[in-house]
């Protein structure tokens, strides 16, 4: 039915149909995500993290991209996240937001500190929730990196978008163990199926080699000499 023939009732039922559906659609991709990134799905089409992923396949803008990572990371921190998103509670943007601010001050497994940072999560504009959920310094469990690394680690954020350090190498390790992981599976398929040890020789050889270091102790010792 064409939009523009709907009654003043009609168009309103409907854009709140639309509105939750939207809202159902998104918690689906986040999903969706988090079994991408669990398989480094990203790896097999070319790229080196999911936020890349996200971009070139999706087409998200870099900042729409870690917003959904991070609310997608929310799910797995807090799962009651996705209910919430699903119907209307909280936004995309604030649960980014909560999980960075979750992450940031390691509550994760605090649950009534959790709980209240949903709360505000819940009830708070962005803008507001932006002033109240204020990056911390680390209190421990820092890394101390030199300047020459720094400078290697800015280059990939300007290539990868808005990342922390932690993340960059996080991305980095997981590109490292996958190569690895698709090495030994390599190897595995190529492995002969023989049983015979890689090392064993044949009798002929064995003969050869044992009468050679008889011929070589013969003349050592002048002993007589008997080649098997």
Request: proline share 4%.
């Amino acid at each position: 039915m064409n939009i523009q023939s709907y009654n003043d009732k009609i168009l309103h039922s409907e854009t709140i149909r639309a509105s939750r559906s939207e809202k159902i659609a998104t918690v689906n991709l986040l999903k969706h995500l988090q079994e991408v990134s669990r398989r480094k799905l990203f790896v097999d089409f070319g790229h080196s993290t999911l936020s890349k992923y996200i971009v070139a396949e999706l087409g998200y803008s870099e900042s729409e991209a870690w917003t959904r990572i991070q609310a997608m990371r929310l799910l797995k921190t807090v799962p009651a996240a996705a209910e919430k998103i699903e119907v209307g509670q909280l936004s995309l943007s604030n649960a980014s937001l909560l999980q960075g601010f979750i992450q940031d001050n390691g509550i994760q497994k605090e649950p009534a500190k959790v709980v209240e940072a949903l709360k505000k999560a819940e009830a708070l504009s962005n803008r507001k929730l932006k002033q109240e959920f204020k990056p911390q310094e680390p209190k421990d469990k820092k890394i101390t990196i030199s300047i020459k690394l720094q400078e290697k680690i800015k280059k990939l954020q300007a290539s990868w978008g808005e990342m922390h350090e932690v993340e960059i190498l996080e991305a980095l390790i997981d590109e490292k163990l996958r190569a690895i992981e698709l090495k030994v599976e390599t190897t595995q398929t190529t492995k002969p199926s023989s049983s015979i040890p890689t090392r064993y020789l044949p009798i002929s050889v064995r003969r050869e080699i044992f009468g050679r270091l008889l011929i070589r102790k013969a003349i050592n010792k002048y002993e007589p000499l008997v080649i098997l």
